[in-house]
């Protein structure tokens, strides 16, 4: 249902507006594909609430943000989610008392954004939704913590609801659901936004603020990798990527004025009361290939062995010195069957760390496979001649 469009190797989502032919009520549906850990899911979302276009809080003595009535990048969002089930039986309950009121109670117990309030909870590998049931929680925008409950934030308004249904895109071994949800798939919940502070789309930031967007995208994708989050992990050093192809415009100018010593001059930027560090030229290009070569690895994890050339080649390229991207290399080649590519691949390795175990065991495997692929081609030939 959704348009999967690749960038850097990895896969961004593009959401599908699916208008139904003679909706009266003009209500959109829109369906796109989620990274959850182990494994990717639909998700089908429309509109059951409308919001404001008041309710923006900012930190502060700020005004509120009038023009940006939706969450941006960095935005603190005060969300709920709930699954339709328990919400279901708790309005069954109500009814049986009385048909009493079921809500919450305009805001007496939502605290207001502020941006001392985050969240701190841990993505987990027994759950889809990645956030607390039922609870107030504080999102920030743009982390990647919670990637469904952030695809549907992103579009709405203070005071909005929407409803999602969600349904695993191929069940396996490594996908998994919350265990209140696991006879009950597909899984429909619903997401309330209560109140968000104003955020910075890309183009509106500073270099300095991008740049410790990468770092904590890069950071993030290493625990994540570390934890077991192979999804999460490759979600996050691809949102990194998309962020540092925004600062060519600014490294070219670098490159312009000076090259390094330009760069050392502009590294601390004062900012009101914010210190912002600019990259240089040379932290530019090695933090590049180290995303490319650490989004390779997940690829390979994930059984994605053209993806992962692909970016391991990217990486191989902006530091020809990469051990780690010369071995990921060799390691895509033999999947995708090129074997001769693979062998100057750990060549390069070899060359780069002579007498390298990985490099030596892996140019062994090359040359018996080379072997058995030309025994099964001597056997095809001499059917064809007999």
């Not at 469009?5 to 593009?14: E, I, L, P, S, Y």
């Not at 709930?82 to 009814?95: F, G, T, W």
């Not at 590049?288 to 070569?293: M, N, R, V």
């Not at 990921?328 to 390069?348: D, I, P, S, T, Y």
Request: proline residues 4%; hydrophobic residues 35%; contains cysteine.
């Amino acid at each position: 249902m959704s348009d999967w469009c690749m960038r850097d190797g990895w896969m961004d989502q593009t959401l599908e507006t699916l208008h139904s032919n003679g909706d009266h009520d003009g209500i959109d549906i829109m369906s796109w594909v989620s990274v959850c850990p182990r494994g990717l899911w639909k998700v089908q979302q429309k509109r059951t609430g409308h919001g404001s276009q008041q309710t923006v809080y900012n930190s502060g003595d700020d005004a509120a943000c009038s023009s940006s009535y939706c969450p941006r990048l960095g935005s603190l969002c005060r969300v709920r989610v709930r699954l339709k089930a328990d919400m279901d039986e708790a309005e069954s309950l109500v009814s049986e008392k009385g048909n009493e009121k079921l809500s919450v109670q305009p805001d007496q117990s939502v605290p207001e954004v502020t941006e001392e309030v985050a969240a701190a909870f841990p993505r987990c590998q027994d759950s889809v939704l990645q956030v607390p049931l039922g609870d107030w929680t504080t999102l920030r925008l743009g982390e990647g913590q919670c990637d469904i409950t952030e695809a549907c934030v992103e579009g709405m308004r203070a005071g909005e609801k929407r409803e999602i249904l969600i349904s695993p895109l191929g069940i396996g071994p490594d996908v998994s659901v919350p265990q209140s949800a696991e006879e009950n798939l597909p899984l429909c919940a619903t997401v309330e936004l209560k109140a968000f502070t104003p955020g910075k789309e890309s183009w509106e930031m500073c270099p300095g603020e991008k740049w410790e967007w990468v770092k904590l995208h890069k950071e993030r994708g290493g625990g994540r990798f570390r934890s077991g989050d192979v999804w999460g992990a490759a979600d996050s050093y691809s949102r990194a990527l998309k962020l540092l192809i925004t600062l060519y415009s600014h490294m070219r100018e670098v490159k312009k004025k000076g090259e390094e010593q330009e760069a050392e001059e502009q590294r601390d930027i004062k900012t009101g009361d914010t210190t912002q560090h600019l990259p240089s030229a040379t932290e530019f290009k090695t933090t590049k290939a180290e995303l490319h070569s650490n989004l390779s690895l997940c690829q390979l994890k994930l059984n994605q062995p053209e993806q992962a050339k692909a970016n391991a080649t990217k990486a191989t390229q902006l530091e020809p010195g990469g051990a780690k991207a010369w071995y990921r290399l060799g390691q895509a080649c033999q999947m995708v069957n090129e074997l001769e590519e693979a062998k100057q691949a750990f060549r390069k390795l070899l060359e780069i760390q002579p007498e390298s175990p990985a490099a030596l065991k892996a140019l062994k495997n090359v040359a018996s496979r080379e072997k058995e692929k030309n025994i099964q081609l001597g056997l095809r030939l001499s059917k064809m001649f007999s």
